[in-house]
């Protein structure tokens, strides 16, 4: 079992800047891969970005040159730097790790909720 606990989300303005967090605890040793997810309202939870334990790293497309995913292993927690925020970044953001490829492998924080303002 691995237990993620997110936050940093808030309200912003159309170009500015947040830093999620999302602190892991539990089988942390099992873990393969980190991600964070976005949800709007009304929409399906989509992959934002992803980093492995080989430190390989995807972004969506949307977000490429903007979010910065990275992982600090002494503090056991996963980071996503978001800059240049727009309105369409809006939304619910889970923290994941994955220790195997099943659902059942895969882990999920509560949600941290990000809003920009246009």
């Known amino acids: 079992q691995v237990q993620l606990v997110e936050s940093g989300g808030g309200l912003v303005q159309a170009g500015g800047s947040l830093r999620l967090s999302c602190v892991a605890s539990?089988?942390?040793?099992?873990?393969?891969?980190m991600g964070w997810y976005r949800q709007a309202p009304g929409k399906e939870r989509d992959l934002v970005a992803l980093i492995t334990i080989s430190t390989s790293t995807i972004y969506a497309d949307s977000v490429k040159g903007r979010f910065i995913i990275s992982f600090d292993i002494a503090k056991m927690t996963l980071y996503l730097q978001m800059h240049s925020l727009k309105p369409e970044d809006t939304g619910m953001y889970y923290c994941?790790?994955?220790?195997?490829?099943?659902?059942?492998?895969?882990?999920w924080g509560q949600g941290t909720q990000v809003t920009v303002s246009s």
């Open positions: 539990g089988s942390i040793f099992s873990i393969k891969a």
């Open positions: 994941a790790a994955a220790t195997g490829a099943t659902d059942a492998e895969r882990y």
